[in-house]
């Protein structure tokens, strides 16, 4: 699967934020930089839509814990148990993947699809459309003349 990633990523004292992202490893370093915790992955998603509904799903299944914006007040089995929840509500599929695994995905996403061969119509197709033509050019004819 290549799309989007959701993810649950804790900061060592409680708090889980739920978000989503095209890269998940560059969006840890950025809010790493802005945190004195040490930020780590509890879980990373893989779905091929944009994540966007995943994360608003979840996040509303968690609204009464929230702490501020993204970050919830609960452990990280609840915090990963809402997106997996929100996924299946939404019909959405996802796939877990480690941390590892992110580039290689990411790679295969920005890699151009191969072109579906052209598809040629079937024979008989072929002698329909020319008798059709045939005849309707007959018709016309007996008409004009």
Known sequence: MTGSFVYVISNGI????????TNP???ISDLQTGSAQELKFAYIGVTPGTGFNVEGAAHDLLDQRRIHNEWFAVPASI???AVIEAAQRLGEPIQQVSPEMVPQ????ANQPGEAAPARRAPLWLWW?????????AGVIALVVF
């Open 25 to 27: 490893i560059q969006r």
């Open 14 to 21: 409680g708090g889980h934020k739920i978000g989503q992202s």
């Open 128 to 136: 329909f459309f020319w008798l059709s033509a045939a005849f309707l």
């Open 105 to 108: 995905i990411i790679h295969l």
């Open 79 to 81: 915090a990963i148990g």
